[in-house]
C-alpha cells in the first residue's frame, strides 16, 4: 500500500491523480506550511512526500519515514533537502526544472524594470495622493536601453533572461560556474570574471541556486565594488546575499537600488531594515507564480511520484 503525503493544498485535479495510487493525506491549506510536528507524523508510513521549499527534508524527515521512496519538490532549488543524505539512504528526489523557466525569467525581468523606473515607489505616491503636477525628475529611473547588464549564474533561468535582454539592446555579461561557450553568440553574451561583472554591470541579476559556493557571494566587498548607480536583481536564493551588506550598501549610497524575489528568511520578519528602504522592492518569491507554470510543476510532482512508486525512472531527479 502506498502513502502519499502532500505538504500543501493543490488542485483536487492532481489530488485524484495521486488517489489512483494509493492514500493520500493532504495539508489542507495553500499559504501556510503543514506544522512540522504534523508533517512528521503524517511521514510516518508514507512511501512519498510532495513537498513545497518550506519543509526542511532532513534528518529528522529520516527518522519519521521509515518507508520513503520518493521526494518530490515543487521547486527547481532543492537547498531546503539534504541531497547526500537522502541519496545515502536510496530516496528518489525530484525537482521541477524547465516547466518554470520562461515565468521565472519573466519575473525577473519584471522586477528589474519595475526596480528602474520606480514604479512600486510611483503607485504608492499615487494610492498616497502625493501627486501634485508632472514634475521634471519626479520618480526619474534608470534606462535597460544600452545599459551593461551582468548575470550571475548561467543555467536555464539565466539563458531565458538573456535572451529577454537582447530585444533591449543592452550589453549582456555573465559569470557562471562553467562558461558556456556555445551559448555565447546565441545570447549576445560576454563571458567576464565575477569582479568585472560586478564593477562592469548598470544591473546585475543573480539567478544562483544556493551552493557551498555561492552563499554569502554578494557580500561587502562584492556591492562595495559594483556601480554607484547599480542596481540589484535577486531571483536565485536569499542566502546568496549578505543582507546586512546589502542594507549596508543601499544606506551608504554604494548602490542605488535592489529587487529581491528571494530572502535569507522567508516570509521577511516586519523589522527587517530593508522594508523600510524606498529603494528595496520586495517580492513574496513568486518567480514562477503563473497559474499554468505552477500547473505543470505540480504535475511534474504528481508524475514523478507515480514513477518511482512504479518502479521506473522518475522525469526530473536531483538524484
Ligand atoms: C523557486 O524558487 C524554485 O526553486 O523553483
Not at 513545497?52 to 532549488?77: C, Q, R, Y
Not at 547588464?149 to 560556474?177: E, S, W
Amino acid at each position: 500500500m502506498q502513502k502519499i503525503v502532500v505538504s500543501r493544498k493543490i488542485p483536487q485535479k492532481f489530488i485524484k491523480q495521486l488517489e489512483d495510487i494509493g492514500e493520500v493525506e493532504v495539508w489542507d491549506a495553500s499559504l501556510t506550511p503543514m506544522p512540522r510536528e504534523k508533517f512528521l507524523t503524517a511521514l510516518k508510513d508514507a512511501t512519498a512526500c510532495f513537498v513545497t521549499l518550506s519543509e526542511i527534508m532532513d534528518e529528522e524527515v529520516i527518522e519519521a519515514a521509515p518507508n520513503l521512496k520518493v521526494i518530490a519538490n515543487m521547486a527547481v532549488g532543492y537547498d531546503n533537502i539534504d541531497i547526500d543524505l537522502m541519496q545515502s539512504k536510496g530516496i528518489v528526489v525530484t525537482n521541477t526544472p524547465g516547466v518554470l523557466t520562461e515565468t521565472t525569467a519573466e519575473l525577473g525581468f519584471t522586477l528589474m524594470l519595475a526596480v528602474a523606473r520606480r514604479v512600486v515607489e510611483a503607485e504608492t505616491y499615487v494610492q498616497n495622493g502625493e501627486w501634485q503636477s508632472w514634475g521634471p525628475y519626479l520618480f526619474a529611473g534608470k534606462d535597460l536601453y544600452q545599459a551593461n547588464v551582468g548575470i550571475y549564474g548561467m543555467g536555464d533561468i539565466g539563458k531565458a533572461f538573456a535572451r529577454r535582454l537582447k530585444g533591449f539592446n543592452t550589453n549582456i555579461m555573465y559569470h557562471n560556474r562553467t562558461r558556456h561557450k556555445d551559448d555565447e553568440e546565441a545570447l549576445g553574451a560576454l563571458y567576464v570574471s565575477f569582479e568585472t561583472l560586478l564593477k562592469e554591470s548598470d544591473f546585475v541579476i543573480c539567478t544562483a541556486p544556493l551552493t557551498a559556493e555561492t552563499r554569502d557571494k554578494f557580500d561587502d566587498k562584492a556591492f562595495k565594488m559594483m556601480k554607484k548607480d547599480a542596481i540589484f536583481i535577486n531571483i536565485g536564493r536569499g542566502a546568496v546575499v549578505d543582507e546586512e551588506a546589502l542594507v549596508k550598501a543601499l544606506q551608504n549610497e554604494e548602490i542605488k537600488a535592489c529587487g529581491l524575489d528571494v530572502l535569507r528568511e522567508e516570509p521577511i520578519d516586519m523589522q527587517h531594515p530593508l522594508l523600510s528602504m524606498n529603494n528595496a522592492t520586495i517580492l513574496p518569491h513568486i518567480g514562477s507564480a503563473s497559474v499554468i507554470t505552477r500547473d505543470r510543476m505540480i504535475q511534474l510532482c504528481v508524475d514523478n511520484i507515480k514513477l518511482v512508486l512504479d518502479e521506473k525512472d522518475p522525469k526530473t531527479p536531483v538524484v
